[in-house]
Nanobody, 118 residues
């Protein structure tokens, strides 16, 4: 069973940038689709972006053009580059498999807090 550990979150001003990293406990080359999720206080968790082994990417409409997802199978790491951050991007960000392509029942980690505020 793979486990993910998120890092890179923090406090950033509106319009700023952050790069989130996700380290996997085992090879992710065997995972077809990985993704980033986020959950804001009082709201449901939502899929922000995902990427497959074939390079297919999907983004939440509200982050298109601002966020970029990437995966490095050799380093067993995935990333989320976030730019032009907005207060509404404030949430705990998690990495996991993209359940759209099948539920692998991977436990959720602690996530990493992203706070966009002046």
């Amino acid at each position: 069973q793979v486990q993910f550990v998120e890092s890179g979150g923090g406090l950033v001003q509106p319009g700023g940038s952050l790069r989130l990293s996700c380290a996997a406990s085992r090879a992710i080359a065997s995972i077809y689709a990985v993704g980033w999720y986020r959950q804001a206080r009082g709201k449901q968790r939502e899929l922000v972006a995902s990427i497959t082994l074939s390079g297919t990417v999907n983004y939440l409409a509200s982050v298109k053009g601002r966020f970029t997802i990437a995966r490095d199978n050799g380093k067993n790491t995935m990333y989320l580059q976030m730019t032009s951050l907005k207060p509404e991007d404030t949430a705990v960000y998690y990495c996991n498999t993209d359940e759209t392509y099948g539920n692998n029942n991977v436990p959720w980690g602690q996530g990493t807090q992203v706070t966009v505020s002046s």
